[in-house]
């Protein structure tokens, strides 16, 4: 099956620096990935769809200047939190569906979890 | 009314049972639907997408109701290894805005099943 793979799994930060997350799926090419967080005990909120080669789409209520988005590559998205928060951590899941699909079946990487001091 | 709607439970089953979740859903032009699982603290795995005319993967049913606009899942002769959150999840597809989809997530349901 189709492989997405999320980095860092775990990231501890100081109040005030940016963290990284990258999502790369492995063996498909992913036109467009979604980039989720969950609090505990909570489902799955949709932050952004990214879209390689574009901007990407930002849901409701989500700071673009805060989450910054990057698709570079048809494998590659990264979300990087700016100046963050304790109000930040939390749990980040990427997801990619393979290029020419219409199907909407996702796969999904393993998920970051950042935790601001 | 939100998007996609469950029940978060927690159903609690004895193993053996049957047990049915549903998930109602809003917007009458989504186009595709699943059903994932996740187990705590990992990321959602597809359990099965769920067709029209209904499909069935071992003791898994999924079945779509447009009419009614609500999907479901039952699991037959519940195993301790099946408790887990199930979520269900709506896809809409925007041709006309240059293909942005959109995947909404239900908040989940959770089954323990007990032994």
């Known amino acids: 099956g189709a492989v997405v793979s999320q980095h860092p799994s775990r990231v501890i930060c100081k109040s005030g620096t940016s963290v990284k997350i990258e999502c790369r799926s492995l063996?498909?090419?992913?036109?467009?990935m979604f980039w989720y967080r969950q609090f505990p005990k909570k489902s799955l909120m949709l932050m952004a769809t990214s879209n390689e080669g574009s901007k990407a789409t930002y849901e409701q209520g989500v700071e673009k200047d805060k989450f910054l988005i990057n698709h570079a590559s048809l494998t590659l998205s990264t979300l990087t939190v700016t100046s963050a928060h304790p109000e930040d951590s939390s749990f980040y899941i990427c997801?990619?569906?393979?290029?020419?699909?219409?199907?909407?079946?996702?796969?999904f990487g393993e998920g970051s979890r950042l935790t601001v001091l | 009314r939100k998007e996609v709607e469950q029940d978060p439970g927690p159903f609690n089953v004895p193993e053996g049972a049957t047990v049915a979740f549903n998930c109602t859903y809003s917007?009458?032009?989504?186009?595709?639907f699943f059903w994932y699982r996740q187990d705590c603290r990992k990321e959602p795995k597809l359990l099965m997408s769920?067709?029209?005319s209904g499909n069935e993967d071992g003791r898994f049913t999924a079945q779509l109701n447009r009419a009614s606009q609500y999907i479901s899942l039952l699991i037959r002769d519940s195993k301790l290894s099946d408790s887990a959150t199930y979520l269900c999840?709506?896809?809409?597809?925007?041709?006309?805005?240059?293909?942005?989809?959109?995947?909404?997530f239900g908040t989940g349901t959770k089954l323990q099943v007990i032994p």
């Open positions: 999840v709506v896809n809409l597809f925007l041709m006309n805005s240059g293909g942005y989809q959109k995947v909404t």
């Open positions: 917007n009458s032009a989504s186009q595709s």
């Open positions: 769920v067709y029209s």
């Open positions: 997801s990619a569906r393979p290029s020419g699909r219409n199907t909407g079946e996702l796969f």
């Open positions: 063996d498909f090419q992913a036109t467009t």
